[in-house]
Structure formats: structure tokens, C-alpha cells
């Protein structure tokens, strides 16, 4: 059984290593899968977001505008303090999450932008057990919104998930990295119809993303 609280504390920890001591020249450094957002901007969404939860304060997916004056109120602030912050948080977070207080929308997230950072700053990806976690989870409910348009079966690397029935019968074989950035829109249409695909895969490509496509490529160093 996945302990999602390890997967969201190694996470925070391993941002705050990659950020610390960061030059305010990469810190101001633009991130291309958030592109409203520099690195320091991306730290901020999640110190706040992991606050708010802790206070009480938020029992819910935050609106957009709750998102921007979380990052706004720490567009100030030294970066070691929004990590500071953050630690202080944390532990009620990782607490919360293993007892399943909060959905685990929070681990995505953390891991998720982990990624993001990471693309930004040429650091590679997350350790596999990280985002593959945040993809084990998702596999789960493939069904409700991957299998509206046929059957679709995704080969990813050891890992297979079918979602759907009936016609048309599809398969696509996908990196599971990838498969797992497309899903939290990181991919363009154009680089998911790229993939290995065995069918028509115009019915699935709007699916996929959960919150969209990118509208330009978005090819990260691994």
C-alpha cells in the first residue's frame, strides 16, 4: 500500500533542497508548464495551499483567484521563508493526508509541480516512485473520464490500464512518464497524438488532460 504522506514529504523536501539556494535569477526564472508563474511563484502556490488546508481554511479545490492571492501575499517574501513556512505546515499536511482528512488532490499537486520545477530549473524528473504513486492513484478512475469514447488501453512502460467498452477499441503505448504529465495537461495535442498509438486516437486526445492541453510542445530533459 502506497504511504501517500511519504510521497508528499519527500516531495516538499526535495523542492526545498532543489530551491534554497537558488540565485534570484533562477528563481525569477519563468516555468513553462505554468507560464504565469516564475519558480519562486510556483513555491509560493504551494506553501499557501498546504497552509490554508492546515489552518482549516480550505476543504476544497481553490478557485483560481484563491490560487493567485496565495502567491501574490508571498510574491515578497525571501524564498527561505516561504519554505520555512511551509516546514511548519508540512507535518499537519503529511498527518492529514495519511488519515485521509484531505483528498489526495495535495499529493498530485506537490509531485506535479515538483515536475514543473524541475523542467524550469534542467533538473530531470522526480524519482519514478513519486510521480508513478500520483499515476497508481489516478489509474483508478481512468474509467470516468477516459472510457466516454470506446475502450482505451494504455500500455505505460510495465504498467496497463484499460478504461471504457464497446467500439472503438484502441491502445496507445506511452512512456508512463509522459502519459502521467499529459494527464495534468503538460503535453500538447500534438505531442499526445505522437504517441504509439493502435487506432484512431482523435476520440481520446481532448480526454486525456485533465485540465487541458498545453497549446505548444513541452519537452523536458529527463
Do not use: K
Not at 500500500?1 to 519527500?10: G, L
Not at 524519482?127 to 489516478?138: F, I, T
Amino acid at each position: 500500500m502506497t504511504d501517500y504522506a511519504a510521497v508528499y514529504r519527500e516531495s516538499r523536501h526535495r523542492i526545498a533542497d532543489l530551491v534554497r539556494d537558488l540565485p534570484d535569477g533562477d528563481l525569477a526564472r519563468r516555468v513553462s508548464s505554468c507560464p504565469a508563474w516564475t519558480v519562486a511563484d510556483t513555491v509560493a502556490h504551494l506553501a499557501a495551499g498546504a497552509c490554508e488546508v492546515a489552518a482549516g481554511r480550505m476543504d476544497r479545490i481553490p478557485t483560481d483567484e484563491q490560487t493567485a492571492e496565495g502567491v501574490a501575499a508571498r510574491r515578497t517574501s525571501a524564498v527561505a521563508d516561504v519554505l520555512a513556512e511551509w516546514e511548519g505546515c508540512g507535518p499537519s499536511i503529511e498527518h492529514a493526508v495519511d488519515t485521509r482528512q484531505v483528498p489526495l488532490n495535495i499529493v498530485h499537486d506537490v509531485v506535479t509541480h515538483e515536475a514543473d520545477l524541475r523542467g524550469a530549473l534542467g533538473a530531470g524528473r522526480p524519482p519514478e516512485q513519486a510521480w508513478q504513486a500520483s499515476l497508481d492513484h489516478l489509474s483508478r478512475g481512468f474509467g470516468a473520464w477516459l472510457g466516454r469514447s470506446g475502450q482505451l488501453t494504455v500500455v505505460a512502460g510495465e504498467h496497463r490500464f484499460t478504461a471504457g467498452e464497446g467500439e472503438p477499441v484502441t491502445t496507445v503505448e506511452v512512456d508512463g512518464y509522459e502519459f502521467w504529465r499529459a494527464l495534468f495537461g503538460r503535453r500538447s495535442t500534438a505531442q499526445m497524438a505522437g504517441w504509439g498509438w493502435d487506432g484512431d486516437p482523435a476520440p481520446h486526445l481532448a480526454a486525456i488532460p485533465i485540465f487541458g492541453p498545453t497549446d505548444a510542445d513541452l519537452v523536458e530533459a529527463r
